[in-house]
């Protein structure tokens, strides 16, 4: 569908985050869509790869990008010492930003944050530019709270936002429990997936169960080094369980390193993978020992796909999943607990195949088929607000 030049309108898309994960697929996808269908849409995001997939893509929508680190044109080095000094940095953000919104005067500017607080420069900015803003957080949680001068900056660019949008319940909870304040502009929206919404892969045959651990590996988030110690255990390694570890990270080596000191054989590493669809063809659940989480992708695709999730409750996971009845949650990120959930898990296995259709009704129940599309519109809506 193409917008008739009234309807046209100019959004601005902004990235806090450096990296590139999970966190960044629900505004990319939803700038894509709408300047594939004629808006005027730019982006801004720090440290730019001009060669990754997901930027050329969105060149292609086709959207205007700028690094928020600096022009295309400064020398490596330059962009690099942007990211590395604080003040440095703080000044060259402020600066693209205040650029491109007076540039471009857009009727909206879309903050994407990775957690709910490292988008505030980009946010106070705007704002402080006359801009409607709506602020997207991906993840909130205990181990990261905002310094006091940070939470009272929070404190207005919150409030003073069209929306602030949040990937889980338990998100906008621990948001308002830092600030000390209701979010009367808050609602919940769901991240896209990758997994088709009516997905119903063949039951994997086999004697051994079959689990994969997909995340980014992270061991401070996901938590992977949890997993690894509990399998370690004897139980464990004389059950036919094995665990295939997807995915990408700085702590790549490190856990494979701590695998191989443990002497794990029931444990592989196979890479990041953007096909999950075939992941869950082969895998009857999921294992994840995440230390905090928004909601993750991992997790809606594994139940979309009708296989057996076994979590840590955090974030949004225990939103979904309900114990015993279409999986398994482990009280905490703890060893402990999660070879609790993991022992209940191993009892019911006669049973998993009718516990992950239950998992892919619920999540049916709790998520919409098209994200990006439901987002879309509540831009559009927000954009012509006056």
């Known amino acids: 569908m193409t917008v008739s030049a009234n309807e046209k309108r100019r959004i601005l898309f902004v990235s806090s985050n450096e990296q590139w994960g999970g966190s960044e697929e629900l505004w990319r996808r939803t700038a894509a869509v709408l300047a594939g ?27 205007t990008i700028t690094d928020l680190r600096g022009p295309r044109w400064w020398p490596r080095k330059l962009r690099s010492l942007a990211s590395i000094l604080w003040p440095f940095m703080r000044h060259v953000s402020q600066m693209q930003m205040r650029k491109a919104v007076r540039r471009r005067r857009p009727c909206l500017v879309v903050i994407s944050q990775g957690l709910n607080h490292d988008g505030w420069l980009e946010a106070e900015t705007a704002q402080a530019l006359g801009m409607a803003t709506v602020i997207i957080s991906q993840k909130a949680d205990d181990i990261y709270w905002p310094s006091d001068s940070l939470r009272t900056r929070l404190r207005r660019i919150y409030p003073a936002a069209r929306a602030a949008l949040f990937v889980s319940q338990h998100n906008l909870a621990v948001t308002e429990e830092q600030l000390g304040r209701r979010l009367t502009n808050a609602q919940i929206v769901p991240n896209p997936f990758e997994v088709a919404w009516d997905a119903a892969p063949s039951w994997p045959g086999g004697d051994r169960l ?11 988030e996901k938590g992977q080094d949890i997993l690894l110690r509990l399998l370690a255990r004897p139980k464990w390694r004389d059950r036919p369980v094995r665990v295939t570890f997807y995915g990408s990270g700085h702590n790549a080596e490190g856990l494979a390193g701590m695998a191989q000191l443990l002497g794990l054989s029931s444990v592989r590493f196979a890479g990041f993978t953007d096909a999950p669809g075939d992941v869950w063809a082969r895998h009857h659940g999921l294992i994840l020992p995440s230390r905090c989480e928004g ?7 594994a139940m979309l796909a009708g296989r057996v999730p076994i979590v840590t409750n955090v974030g949004g996971n225990g939103e979904v999943v309900d114990d015993g ?8 990120a703890s060893e402990s607990a999660l070879d609790a959930a993991l022992e209940r898990a ?3 296995r006669a049973d998993w195949q009718a516990i992950g259709a239950r998992a892919a009704e619920r999540i049916r129940g709790y998520s919409v088929a098209d994200p990006v599309g439901a987002l879309c519109a509540t831009l559009l809506t927000l954009s012509g607000q006056t």
């Open 37 to 63: 269908e004629g808006h005027d849409i730019a982006v801004l995001k720090p440290r730019i790869i001009w060669n990754h997939p997901a930027i050329r893509a969105l060149a292609d929508a086709p959207c």
């Open 210 to 220: 079959d689990l994969a651990c997909l995340a980014r590996l992270d061991v401070r």
């Open 295 to 301: 909601l993750p992708l991992s997790l809606v695709e």
């Open 325 to 332: 009845v279409n999986g398994f949650l482990a009280d905490s």
């Open 346 to 348: 191993w009892a019911a």
